[in-house]
């Protein structure tokens, strides 16, 4: 299986920012090679224009859509994948701004009034998914204009934008505080490989010793290095992929949960809603109910 396929390998990403800028922009497409499971030393304040999908940042595993606001920190693994088909492509799906913390501490310095911006940046450290249905579009106009300004007018925008989302109060931290973030690269490129082949087929039967003997290692290995790696037990890391993509389902459509159940990968009804009630804290049937409830209110 994917013996064709080509992949991507992550590798530590080297922001190339010109020496009169303090901040980067750059949007880019799906598929596209910066698309990957990498890191890098700067911020990336990532905005999601088309698509769905599942986004990694550290441990945490969750579903994005256009208009997902998502602060990256430091050196901190982070990917979105889109749910598109085979051979289809995007021509822009993501809008990045990159900065370094060399910047936050120059500013430091500086301005006191921005040292109050300090919790916001702990925050970040772990990744923040910014929620605030009401100031979202404020904040992707603002992205906009940084987008499209230069200079110091891009700095003042970005700034702007800066504020309006430490102001924000409802907000997701994502990857937990004692995830610690793999730097070497051939840790790396092995996890990759062993990402696409479960991202490809998770929702198969796919065990642990396949993905082992796909990467060259031994299950009692790869079992160890997964566990470092993402944060998750191999089997949790699978679990919460069908569980995410048994949430798509039922929120968006009228598919009987059995059905929804052996087509995301679980076995039997039982199992399934036993690992649903664990991650979600609610049985299937109440998460529809929720989920109608909130993308259905008049």
């Not at 994005?64 to 749910?83: D, K, M, T």
């Not at 995830?179 to 490989?193: A, C, M, S």
């Not at 036993?274 to 979600?280: A, P, Q, S, T």
Request: with cysteine; proline share 4%.
């Amino acid at each position: 299986m994917g013996a064709e396929k080509q992949r991507i390998k992550p590798e530590f990403e080297w922001v190339d920012q010109r020496g009169d800028e303090s901040i980067r922009y750059l949007d880019h497409g799906y598929p596209h090679p910066l698309v990957r499971w990498h890191y890098h030393e700067e911020y990336e304040l990532h905005l999601i224009t088309e698509t769905s999908g599942k986004v990694f940042v550290g441990d945490y595993i969750g579903n994005f859509s256009p208009n997902s606001l998502i602060l990256v920190g430091p050196n901190l693994p982070h990917n979105w994948i889109s749910h598109i088909e085979k051979g289809e492509r995007v021509a822009l799906r993501d809008r990045v701004i990159n900065f370094s913390h060399d910047l936050i501490n120059a500013c430091d310095a500086v301005f006191p009034e921005t040292r109050a911006l300090g919790p916001f940046w702990e925050r970040a450290a772990y990744g923040i998914e910014f929620l605030d249905a009401a100031e979202i579009p404020k904040a992707v106009s603002l992205f906009e204009e940084v987008a499209e300004s230069t200079g110091f007018r891009r700095l003042t925008r970005f700034w702007s934008l800066i504020e309006l989302l430490a102001a924000m109060s409802d907000y997701r931290v994502l990857s937990s505080s004692t995830y610690l973030p793999i730097t070497d690269e051939k840790i790396l490129n092995r996890l990759n490989q062993a990402l696409d082949l479960i991202f490809e087929h998770y929702h198969t039967g796919i065990s642990l010793e396949e993905v082992a003997a796909h990467v060259n290692v031994s299950p009692t290995y790869f079992s160890k290095f997964f566990k470092k790696a993402t944060g998750h037990r191999f089997i949790e890391f699978i679990n919460s992929l069908r569980i995410n993509k048994a949430c798509e389902h039922l929120a968006h459509s009228d598919e009987p949960i059995t059905e929804i159940c052996f087509l995301v990968g679980f076995n039997n009804i039982a199992n399934f809603n036993r690992r649903f009630y664990d991650v979600k804290k609610m049985t299937p049937s109440e998460y529809r109910k929720t989920s109608l409830d909130a993308l259905y209110q008049s």
